[in-house]
């Protein structure tokens, strides 16, 4: 299984933190976020490489950052640049999720998983799930349906397969969510070529499950535990002031 790691976007909601630095490498509990992601994806025995993609803005910082973090991971870290430069260019998730796939010829299982998706989950029960069923959605539920309009409605049958998927709902009546964690199984992932054929939405991931739980059998795979979208300055602080606390009540400083 191969990881990558989204990590290209430009977070002008951030703004002016992310004028000048990308947003994965903004500090959760004193730590970049993303490393905060990539010891979530270290247990993972099935996972032997793991792709960053970033754009040419930043790519420069992301090199910087990895010549000191990679000795000390695990397994090896691929650095993708996109090559765009404003949030005007971007590729959008989807664009660089297909640019990271073709060009490294990743033709088996994928995990895909957000920079700036910070979770306390152990990801080991997911990897299971999806080798035993295929293509799957990690799953959260939140707390009120105001939540879900930002993200997408999920409903799933008795099998956890997915019979329903609206990005951006306007009228949500679940508050199952998807959260930008996904195992593609290989044939799902020669898919995104007709995706992006067909003009459909490359900004949010979302789009993409929306339209291939359709096509093909999509899983989703329940969470439980802290999980944060790190979209604008309020979560930004929010989060670090829970992993902080996650982290003094397990005795890591």
């Known amino acids: 299984m191969k990881a990558i790691v989204l990590a290209a976007g430009y977070a002008t909601r951030l703004y002016p933190l992310t004028l000048n630095k990308a947003k994965p490498l903004l500090t959760i509990?004193?730590?970049?976020m993303i490393e905060h992601v990539l010891m979530r994806?270290?247990?993972?025995?099935?996972?032997?490489?793991?792709?960053?993609?970033?754009n040419d803005r930043f790519y420069p910082d992301?090199?910087?950052w990895l010549s000191s973090f990679a000795p000390s991971f695990c397994k090896p870290i691929l650095l993708h640049n996109d090559g765009t430069r404003t949030n005007e260019e971007r590729m959008g998730a989807i664009g660089d999720l297909a640019f990271v796939v073709s060009s490294s010829s990743?033709?088996?299982?994928?995990?895909?998983?957000?920079?700036?998706?910070?979770f306390d989950f152990d990801l080991r029960g997911f990897a299971q799930f999806a080798s035993e069923h295929g293509t799957t959605v990690g799953l959260y539920r939140?707390?009120?349906?105001?939540?879900?309009k930002r993200y997408s409605a999920v409903e799933v049958d008795e099998s956890w397969r997915i019979i329903h998927f609206e990005e951006k709902p306007k009228n949500p009546k679940t508050s199952l969510t998807?959260?930008?964690?996904y195992i593609f199984k290989p044939p799902h992932l020669r898919l995104l070529d007709e995706y992006l054929a067909e003009g459909q939405p490359k900004d949010e991931p979302g789009y993409l499950i929306q339209w291939l739980?359709?096509?093909?059998?999509?899983?989703?795979?329940?969470?439980?535990g802290t999980w944060f979208d790190i979209g604008d300055h309020e979560s930004l602080r929010l989060a670090d002031e829970v992993f902080r606390s996650l982290l003094e009540a397990s005795g890591i400083q």
């Not at 939140?142 to 879900?148: A, D, G, I, R």
């Not at 998807?178 to 964690?181: E, K, V």
């Open 29 to 32: 509990a004193g730590r970049p």
């Open 106 to 118: 990743i033709n088996e299982y994928c995990l895909v998983v957000a920079g700036d998706n910070i």
């Open 62 to 64: 992301f090199a910087s």
């Open 213 to 224: 739980h359709k096509r093909v059998d999509v899983y989703g795979y329940p969470f439980v």
């Open 142 to 148: 939140v707390n009120n349906l105001e939540l879900v």
């Open 178 to 181: 998807a959260i930008c964690l």
């Open 41 to 54: 994806i270290a247990p993972l025995e099935e996972v032997d490489e793991v792709h960053i993609i970033t």
